[in-house]
């Protein structure tokens, strides 16, 4: 890619490349080899297939304040007993989801985390895709046969 992302990592003099990382990432998780990016200013989105769930992962840019965030998602909303779902969602983000956790995105639930750009690792952007697309696909399935409609 032409723009590259870089930061100054404060513990060293090294560079991190963010998208570059990503890519890597996401190129040894994807199994299709279907993966997009779709790229404006200094701003990245991916989409790669996971198992069965598709993955975003987006990168606002290179500041401190900039967002990294990973999401993918699980099930459409509305859904049968949605008070159990969501109580059973509660329950999962405290006890199994590690850094991410599930939320509602316009009218979907979501396995996401997200953090600033700030002192981001390499090694913490592959767990976080990592983490989100394992997830995803793990529930997926699972929570669709117990409350799709």
């Known amino acids: 890619m032409a723009n590259?992302?870089?930061t100054v990592n404060h513990d060293s003099s090294e560079t991190t490349n963010y998208v570059e990382i990503i890519q890597t990432v996401i190129a040894s998780l994807e199994q299709t080899e279907t993966a997009m990016v779709n790229h404006r200013e200094d701003q990245f989105l991916w989409k790669f297939q996971y198992g069965s769930v598709e993955v975003?992962?987006?990168l606002?840019?290179?500041?401190n304040e900039d967002t990294f965030t990973v999401w993918a998602t699980v099930l459409s909303l509305p859904v049968k007993d949605e008070l159990t779902l969501l109580r059973r969602l509660l329950e999962m983000n405290w006890?199994?989801?590690?850094?991410?956790r599930f939320g509602i995105l316009d009218n979907q639930i979501v396995a996401i985390t997200q953090r600033s750009v700030a002192d981001l690792s390499a090694g913490e952007i592959s767990r976080a895709i990592t983490i989100?697309?394992?997830l995803a696909d793990e529930q997926d399935d699972l929570l669709?046969?117990?409350f799709g409609l």
């Open 56 to 58: 975003l992962v987006q």
């Open 144 to 146: 669709k046969a117990e």
């Open 95 to 100: 006890t199994s989801t590690l850094e991410a």
């Open 60 to 63: 606002t840019g290179q500041s």
């Open 132 to 134: 989100v697309a394992t």
């Open 4 to 6: 590259v992302l870089s």
